[in-house]
């Protein structure tokens, strides 16, 4: 398992993209993608202080969050950043997701099995486990998951929102992982 954090203050979009890509270079299982926090009485926090980014004061130490960013800097937007974090888990986890594409279908089924029962709408997750099915040769199962992925499209709107928001991902990712399994 590998950490990144993203969004510091000065970071750059490419800068951010460069994390990115870096991390889908590496052969690990999973990979982490935090948000920068300022933590008080941290050089990034007084640096945000005095770009103007956030207000010193008890509502920002107790706001604090590394899985959302609150604030904009003038180069980053909050939503910018927030959005960029949840792409890069998707992109870096699921539809670059080393196991699967090295092949590791047993592990990899125990990894999305688990997300599919925990978060049952995530549609990543079922993307990868027809992937993983159909590197197992169980072509039965994986119509049914494409068929149960078209119904939580249709059906559930937090599906729907995550198709409608992250599916050019799934996409692009279509040729590729059907070449691997």
């Known amino acids: 398992r590998c950490y990144y954090v993203l969004g510091f203050p000065r970071e750059t979009k490419k800068q951010m993209q460069d ?24 050089e990034m926090y007084d640096e945000l202080v005095e770009m103007e980014c956030i207000e010193d004061g008890p509502e920002m130490w107790s706001n604090s969050s590394y899985a959302e960013r609150l604030y904009d800097t003038p180069n980053l937007s909050k939503e910018y950043v927030n959005d960029f974090a949840y792409r890069a888990n998707l992109d870096v ?30 549609i990543f997750a ?21 068929e149960n992925i078209q119904t939580l499209i249709k059906t559930d709107t937090r599906s729907a929102d995550m198709f409608a928001k992250y599916g050019d991902l799934l996409q692009n990712s279509e040729e590729e992982l059907a070449a691997i399994a």
């Not at 079922?126 to 494409?146: R, S």
């Open 126 to 146: 079922w993307h990868c486990l027809m992937h993983i099915e159909k590197g197992l040769g169980n072509l039965e199962k994986v119509n049914k998951i494409e």
């Open 93 to 122: 986890n699921f539809v670059n997701n080393y196991t699967i594409k090295s092949g590791n279908f047993e592990k990899a089924l125990d990894i999305f099995g688990d997300i599919t029962n925990l978060y049952p709408f995530h």
């Open 19 to 42: 994390t990115v890509e870096f991390a889908k270079s590496l052969e690990v299982d999973w990979s982490a993608f935090s948000i920068a926090t300022p933590l008080v009485g941290s």
